[in-house]
């Protein structure tokens, strides 16, 4: 069974551009979630999309956004990029209540 | 808001020694999971075991069992015959339940303890 899958690996953008991350799940799961890993301030739940809605959303600015298609894949976007941005951005997704991850998505922003 | 407390930012033990990762939460809720991740250099997130907060029996999978006091609010990490493939970082993570719409909530992680392995 193929596991959680992000894209791309890494990513290199200048501040205050835009930036799209790419998950897709687990056949058969419908719950994606997006955690930002940054340098000192650990693991941070951002966002949170079931069956194509947003069910709740962590505490970050509004220019953190996303989506959920109909096939479960879901994109997280991040407008006007800060250098504090740069983090590494890990989607899980889960049936239940158990949520695997994926590799993650290394984003810095120069 | 939950929150969760790693004491232990590393700890260092031989290979097949056993070793105990500390963990306590904050929470006002009565249904919830507890989760322990490893994080190895490859940084892939991997579920290493879950306990259900109703369930008074503590998890085991393998070499890894937990200590679940749920009246201290402890979830402590029990890693036996410890391997050096075992040396990563390990978070302690709380996740609500909602009942209402099914499914479960983002995890709040702690800071992670930096568990080395030596041979």
């Known amino acids: 069974e193929a596991g959680v899958t992000q894209s791309p690996t890494h990513l290199i953008k200048t501040r205050g551009q835009q930036v799209t991350l790419r998950c897709s799940p687990i056949?058969?799961?419908?719950?994606v979630y997006w955690y930002q890993q940054a340098l000192g301030l650990g693991l941070q739940f951002l966002l949170w999309y079931d069956e194509g809605e947003e069910r709740n959303r962590g505490n970050f600015p509004p220019r953190f956004s996303g989506r959920q298609f109909p096939n479960y894949s879901s994109e997280l976007n991040v407008n006007a990029l800060e250098l504090e941005d740069s983090a590494l951005y890990l989607c899980?997704?889960?049936?239940?209540?158990?949520?695997?991850f994926g590799p993650g998505t290394r984003l810095t922003v120069t | 808001a939950q929150t969760v407390t790693q004491s232990q930012p590393e700890m260092s033990v031989q290979e097949a020694e056993t070793v105990t990762l500390s963990c306590t939460y904050d929470?006002?809720?009565?249904?919830?999971?507890l989760f322990w991740y490893k994080q190895p250099p490859s940084r892939q997130m991997i579920l290493v075991i879950r306990q259900e907060a109703y369930k008074q029996q503590n998890a085991t999978e393998n070499r890894f069992s937990v200590n679940f006091q749920k009246a201290a609010k402890s979830f402590s990490l029990k890693i036996s015959d410890s391997q050096l493939g075992d040396t990563a970082m390990y978070f302690c993570?709380?996740?609500?339940?909602?009942?209402?719409?099914?499914?479960?909530?983002?995890?709040?992680f702690g800071k992670g303890t930096h568990l080395i392995i030596q041979p």
């Open positions: 056949s058969g799961h419908t719950s």
């Open positions: 929470t006002s809720e009565s249904n919830y999971y």
């Open positions: 899980a997704s889960s049936l239940l209540y158990e949520q695997y």
């Open positions: 993570a709380f996740m609500n339940r909602y009942y209402s719409g099914g499914g479960a909530d983002g995890l709040t």
